[in-house]
């Protein structure tokens, strides 16, 4: 069963709670449906309640069942039958490759299991990954399941300060880790920088480290292990043991707005249920046949739910990548789709806009006729990325689903199915529609529905499976962060605004603290972004809000021009700037025409490649730069200001 999109009159009422509850109550229908999808695990004693909300909002999801998340994700497909079906084609950054199959898989993790049971862990203790994308890392994860220790990812590129913190706040026994790892071509260290993390961590009893670069690395005697010489020694076999559905599966960071990351917290039963339901149904995947390929790095949620949990579950064969999309060149993801005939692609808009810029010849050159389904996540995808997607990576056939939802929804919520798109055309830009068991709206301040045709604030206004169960030791924060902002109605509020279209359908617009008020007129940066995209000159583009005496807030944009653009743009540096802003106010209107139109060598972005806004404010607003400590390349902000100030 799937919910229904508004009607004309009641966009979102229908999934309203009663006004003066404590916190909406689930929806018989959507528990059951989800009661549906939980069965397709393997449990080893079935639940007594599908959903438990009497202590609101910490659900808790098929409670009193038990199951064994790495069984179900390795050892289940094995006993099936399907052992010799490979579960990774892993390749280096370098070249090296390897294939594993199901029964290495199993073989492997079992082995992983043993060892962090010799180092006397038990079930609970935290362990601390920082690995780069290789298949270590994923036997790292599953072994962690097998045995009840939640695991906390922290991903490659996060600094020897942010790793610290992480480990500290969750209190980790242990820290998986590797003594280097390749980035564009180069070894580069990496133990080095958990040494400095670990230096100040009491919790910290051992560090596992894989071997990847070969690099000489300092040692500390009785602390540190070698995966090698640990790992490789166990008995490949180990006796899985059921967990309770509400065990914590793993610890995942992510930043707020403001204030230290929070440890979004995970659990087993519904996590899984909710993550294989999604990877099957938004992918169409057929296991045995697709060849998956999520493109995300294993430290952040994409990577967790949709390379590990989800396509395992389902028991998918994947491509594993190790290095960065223009490593050795900027063909590479799509002579690995050619390579492993890889059918369902997921990626972030931000990648497909750097293949927009890198040039649609590449693409050209390479076979990708087995793409039969894509993906988008992370941001809102604008409709001329979406459409250069569809049409040069899908010959203009594929589906392309864009997928919403956050670290702490834990799975996909809302995204168009493409079994459905013959009866339901996809519409660039739109993420459509929740999915089947899931419920949202679109509320005003005061969370009253919103109609068709009008903005608001994206809330999630039923439990769902895979919804986290928390923060990291502060349920003080969880409460406040998520479900204060609209706690008379009881809706969890995502941050996000989103808009209904005359047909009921949802468009994303972004975080809420990036929408602009202009003259009392509400408009995304995500929409003025999109219409600047939209435009040959332009490869990408950043759009904030910038303090303005008359309207409140006027629009400034930020810039990077495409490969020919930016040649005429260096004979006259104003030739671009006038057409642009005309552009702009022709495709939305006069009132979202920018005030100011800077063109950057450069967008500011963070490691998982979100643009900083916060910078760019600053720079709009004449203000100095904040903190520029998590920017992926901190000198970007330096050559904006230097090519604004020459200019
Ligand atoms: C944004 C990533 C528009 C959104 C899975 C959300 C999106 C935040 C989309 C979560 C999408 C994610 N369309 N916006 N399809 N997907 N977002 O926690 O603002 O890294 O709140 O999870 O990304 O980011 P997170």
């Known amino acids: 069963m799937s919910v229904p999109p508004p009607t004309e009159q009641t966009a979102g009422i229908a999934q309203s709670g009663p006004a003066g509850d404590p916190l909406a109550q689930p929806d018989p229908a959507l528990t059951a449906f989800w009661a549906g999808q939980a069965r397709q695990l393997h449990w080893e004693r079935p639940w007594a309640e599908v959903l438990d909300w009497s202590d609101a909002p910490f659900a808790q999801w098929f409670s009193g069942g038990r199951l064994n998340v790495a069984y179900n994700c390795v050892d289940r497909h094995v006993a099936a039958g399907h052992g010799e079906q490979v579960a990774f084609h892993w390749e280096g950054e370098p070249g090296d490759t390897r294939t594993i199959t199901y029964a290495d898989l199993r073989r492997e993790v079992c082995r992983t299991a043993n060892a962090l049971l010799s180092l006397g862990l038990t079930a609970g203790d935290r362990v601390a990954i920082q690995l780069p994308m290789i298949p270590e890392a994923v036997f790292a994860m599953l072994a962690c399941a097998r045995l009840g220790l939640p695991h906390s990812v922290v991903f490659g590129g996060f600094s020897p300060a942010a790793l610290r913190s992480r480990i500290a706040d969750a209190e980790a026994k242990l820290l998986i880790t590797a003594d280097g790892q390749y980035r564009r071509g180069t070894a580069v260290p990496m133990k080095d920088g958990t040494d400095e993390a670990t230096a100040d961590t009491p919790s910290i009893e051992h560090v596992l480290v894989v071997r990847r670069t070969g690099g ?75 060849v998956y390929w999520c493109t995300a790095d294993i430290g952040w949620i994409t990577g967790h739910t949709y390379i590990v949990y989800g396509p395992l579950a389902n028991r998918a064969t994947s491509v594993l990548y190790e290095g960065t999309p223009n490593t050795p060149h900027e063909g590479r993801h799509f002579e690995i789709i050619q390579k492993y005939g890889v059918s369902l692609y997921y990626t972030a808009p931000t990648l497909i806009r750097s293949f927009m810029k890198w040039g649609e010849e590449l693409p050209g050159r390479y076979d990708l006729s087995t793409l039969r389904v894509l993906g988008s996540v992370g941001e809102p995808i604008n409709p001329e990325a979406w459409r250069w997607y569809r049409k ?35 519409k660039p830009g739109s993420a459509q529609a929740p999915l089947p068991g899931i419920s949202a709206a679109v509320v005003n301040d005061r969370g009253e529905p919103v109609g068709r045709g009008e ?44 808009r209904y279209d005359e047909d009921g359908d949802l468009w994303l617009l ?47 944009a930020f810039v990077v021009l495409r490969g020919d653009a930016q040649h005429d743009e260096r004979d006259d540096g104003t030739d671009v700037v006038g057409p642009l802003r005309a552009h702009v106010a022709a495709e939305i209107g006069p009132i979202a025409k920018p005030r100011q139109i800077m063109v950057v060598p450069e967008l500011p972005k963070t490691r998982s490649g979100k643009i900083m806004r916060r910078l760019l404010r600053d720079v709009a607003d004449n203000r100095e730069i904040g903190d520029v400590t998590t920017l992926a390349d901190a000198s970007v902000m330096a050559s904006i200001q230097q090519g604004l100030a020459d200019g």
């Not at 502060?474 to 009881?490: C, I, K, M, P, V």
């Not at 809420?512 to 995209?533: C, F, K, P, W, Y």
Request: charged share 20%; proline share 5%.
């Open 216 to 290: 000489e690395v300092a040692w500390t005697e009785g602390r540190d292990l070698w995966w090698h010489e640990l790992v490789d020694a166990q008995s490949d076999t180990h006796e899985a043991e059921a967990f309770d559905a509400e065990h914590p599966l793993f610890i995942l960071y992510t930043s707020g707005t403001t204030g230290s990351p929070k440890g979004i917290l995970h659990t087993s039963g519904g996590y899984l249920t909710q993550a294989a339901y999604t990877h099957r149904t938004i992918f169409d995947h057929r296991p045995g046949d697709d």
């Open 392 to 426: 040069h990576l899908g010959a203009d056939r594929t589906p392309v689903v864009d997928t919403w939802w956050q670290t702490e929804t834990g799975a996909v919520m809302i995204s168009p199915l493409p079994a459905e798109a013959d009866a339901k055309p996809l």
């Open 455 to 498: 903005s608001g604030y994206l809330v999630l206004d039923r439990p769902w499976p895979a919804m986290l169960r928390g923060i990291w030791g502060d349920e003080e924060r969880f409460r406040e962060t998520y479900w204060s902002r609209f706690a008379r109605q009881g809706y969890y509020f995502a941050g996000d605004g989103a």
């Open 510 to 556: 972004g975080r809420v603290d990036d929408v602009m008020n202009v003259s009392g007129h509400r408009i995304s940066t995500a929409e003025v972004e999109s219409a600047l995209v939209a435009h040959p000159s332009v490869a990408e583009a950043a759009v904030v809000g910038a303090a303005d005496a008359t309207t409140g807030q006027a629009i400034v």
